[in-house]
């Protein structure tokens, strides 16, 4: 198959350097923001990189530019400015780029272009850069987007400005998707990259990376065109001879009329117990005057106050006439806080309304406490909600503050097929809850049910899937066996009643370009045995799939973060820790020579092993405590760091939330390494297989006479300039040059 497009930048300054030293970056330049803007029209991207390089000596210096070509493009308009005088290119094609490539990498003793062997190359002058001066270097380039299974793929390495000792001050993205098609299923597999549809055929991308933090993946952005009312895209990743994972990806189509929407019969119900006094109901006010201006004609709606009883606007939901919206807002401006927490009355009285034929019932919660008056014990608060709930009404629960119950509101939550969302202390209730309303104005499909047939398939998350809104997206992960064409079934109910579409796709034998499947099933499983844990108490066999996915696929959480020091202590052949439920203390001294204490690798991989102090500690007892405590600050930030509900499905509680990975741990085509004892160690390696090692100099003729015999080594040597990794039936280990 072919290999999908890569686009790479990297700032080569040259140096004179003594025979057998590793060139290192001149110590006169420094980088400030890499900007990257790029546009792509009906799948042809034109993407233009601005970069300011700053020279604090007194003569002027001179850097390469060298870009790296995606596989298979043509460098359609590549230009380059230097202070805006266009200054001549040279395009390399793959073989020439080859050699170009392996003399960098060897030059610099820096294995990170070795995963573009095999691609062109875009290479150019920098010069000059005045003394005490700087230069702002300006590339475009335009090519074709590949399509693969269905899907247009865009890609930047974002690691590709660190490879050279010069890193940017910040990187900042931004691309523009234009089609002449609708647009579906806009998808990152990186955390922080933010969306906004603009109609069905515009969409925005906007990223950054900060001073210090790093990207362990490269930007990639994926989507699809299609006319149908619901696209669905599938994309896999499968190593010959193991399971496969595979994550589909359903969206609705952005443009709804009103009468095309389900209708829906939707109720607001909001604590105005005492708790509630001062800012907290003045904002509660607002967002309830934003609720009942924001429904369409065709809506059912009631608000239900309760604080020691439940008093709700209207004996029924009713529709949003004139007489009732005005009677509405004058009793809103009425509310206010007073009395205890009758939390039951408040949902049994919304929940146990009519709902009307063809109508779904949403139910909106808004508490800031736990029940004080009437029913208290969570478990027959839940089977008393969940009996009242004939219309099968979905509760969207908002939790305000830190004195909630929280694992009673997710379970409220849960058990209706809703979703959870909490507004800490410092937030506003009225934005949280005028953005949850905003998402539930436009249902378009309820009740939706996937199945996969052809293909068996495995351990798939979430198992009960969301509603589909205007502007949403339903996601599933999941492993599989076997191979071959398979049929994705899609029901759901429309308005007007239930729809069926097939969809064709192919789960194949061997595929790895995707290799960030793995990972992310992984953290999603990890996030559903995390909030089992939360929700129902602690659990051995859940502890040891927590521990040995964490383990396997280097998962970085508030929860796992000592997992990474256990596995780390394994592959350099320290102490273990025996038990997934208790932390033992280890030596904090490091494992090569160096000074005493935690310490990190450099950013060439160089350093010590890290030391299992500090987050790792917190991690461990975190861990320990998962459900232990129901209401308070630490209950609402572990419900928060694990989402299972939605979209943003995600460890460490929205897609959106930048996470830097730890700097011990490394991803690579499907693959995950720990940095233990000076190498970068394959997670698959164990002491067992040290007699199978075979070490090989790093940049030296046998070392790219390796990779030109074994090209899939590329992506895994790329990892440091030390690594270990077990290949076919031998353990292949790389070492400083001259060692």
């Known amino acids: 198959m072919q290999r999908l497009p890569a686009v790479v930048l990297a700032l080569l300054v040259t140096v004179p350097t003594a025979p057998g030293q590793a060139r290192r970056a001149n110590p006169a330049l420094a980088l400030g923001t890499l900007t990257i803007t790029a546009d792509v029209v009906d799948d042809v991207a034109t993407t233009e990189l601005r970069q300011v390089v700053r020279n604090s000596s007194s003569r002027a210096q001179e850097a390469d530019w060298v870009l790296p070509l995606p596989q298979g493009a043509i460098a359609d308009g590549f230009s380059l400015w230097i202070d805006g005088v266009e200054t001549p290119g040279e395009v390399l094609d793959a073989d020439r780029a080859r050699q170009v490539y392996q003399s960098i990498v060897r030059r610099r003793r820096d294995p990170g272009l070795l995963e573009y062997l095999g691609t062109g190359l875009l290479r150019a002058r920098v010069f000059p850069i005045p003394p005490k001066g700087s230069a702002e270097v300006r590339v475009r380039y335009r090519h074709v987007l590949p399509e693969t299974d269905g899907l247009m793929r865009w890609r930047f390495p974002l690691r590709a400005p660190q490879v050279d000792a010069l890193r940017p001050e910040k990187v900042a993205a931004l691309i523009r998707i234009a089609s002449s098609q609708p647009i579906r299923n806009v998808f990152s597999p990186l955390p922080g990259v933010d969306f906004v549809r603009d109609g069905d055929r515009t969409v925005k991308a906007s990223f950054e990376l900060r001073r210090g933090e790093v990207a362990d993946r490269d930007l990639e952005l994926f989507y699809a065109r299609s006319d149908a009312e619901f696209g669905l895209n599938a994309l896999s990743y499968r190593r010959e001879g193991e399971p496969g994972y595979f994550l589909l990806m359903i969206a609705p189509k952005d443009e709804w009329r009103d009468d095309e929407v389900r209708r829906k019969s939707i109720q607001m119900v909001l604590d105005t117990s005492g708790s509630m006094l001062g800012d907290k109901i003045d904002q509660a006010r607002d967002a309830l005057r934003f609720f009942v201006r924001s429904l369409r004609d065709d809506d059912r709606f009631n608000v239900v106050p309760f604080s020691t009883e439940a008093q709700p606007f209207f004996d029924e939901p009713v529709a949003p006439t004139p007489e009732h919206l005005e009677q509405a807002l004058a009793r809103i401006a009425d509310v206010e806080a007073k009395g205890g927490t009758n939390l039951a009355d408040g949902l049994t009285t919304a929940l146990g309304a009519t709902i009307p034929d063809g109508y779904v019932g949403f139910t909106m919660l808004l508490s800031d406490g736990a029940p004080t008056v009437g029913v208290r014990d ?362």
């Open 378 to 739: 969570p478990k027959e608060l839940l089977a008393l909600a969940q009996g009242a709930n004939k219309g099968a009404s979905r509760v969207f629960a908002l939790g305000v503050g830190d004195d909630v119950n929280a694992p009673l509101i997710d379970q409220l939550a849960a058990q209706s097929g809703g979703t959870r969302f909490y507004v800490r202390p410092t937030e506003s209730v009225e934005v949280a809850a005028s953005d949850l309303l905003q998402k539930l104005s436009h249902p378009v499909l309820t009740d939706v049910k996937v199945a996969i047939e052809g293909v068996a398939v495995r351990e798939v998350t979430p198992r009960r899937l969301p509603d589909l809104f205007k502007g949403s997206r339903v996601t599933l992960v999941g492993r599989y066996t076997g191979s071959g064409p398979a049929v994705v079934r899609l029901r759901g109910a429309l308005r007007d009643g239930t729809v069926e579409h097939d969809y064709a796709v192919e789960l194949p034998a061997c595929e790895t370009t995707h290799d960030f499947l793995p990972t992310l099933w992984a953290e999603r499983r990890v996030a559903i045995l995390l909030d089992e844990i939360r929700l129902h108490g602690r659990d051995p066999e859940l502890l040891a799939e927590i521990q040995r996915l964490g383990k396997k696929h280097g998962i970085v959480t508030p929860f796992t973060a000592h997992l990474v020091v256990e596995e780390t202590q394994r592959l350099a052949g320290g102490p273990v820790t025996g038990q997934p439920t208790r932390w033992r203390r280890t030596p904090t001294g490091p494992s090569t020579p160096g000074p005493s204490g935690p310490s990190t690798p450099g950013p060439r991989g160089g350093g010590t092993m890290p030391a299992p102090v500090g987050p790792a500690t917190r991690s461990r007892q975190r861990l320990d405590n998962l459900g232990q405590q129901r209401t308070g600050a630490q209950a609402v930030a572990d419900s928060r760091g694990i989402a299972t509900g939605s979209d943003d499905f995600f460890l460490g509680g929205s897609r959106r939330a930048k996470r830097p990975p730890a700097p011990t741990v490394r991803h690579r085509a499907g693959r995950t390494f720990y940095f233990a004892n000076g190498v970068w160690t394959d997670q698959r390696y164990d002491k067992a297989m040290a007699p199978r090692i075979r070490r090989i100099e790093a940049f030296s003729g046998a070392y790219f006479a390796l990779l030109k015999a074994h090209p899939g080594l590329a992506p895994l040597l790329a990892v440091g300039d030390r690594v270990r990794v077990v290949w076919e039936d031998v353990v292949i280990e790389t070492t400083p040059a001259g060692a």
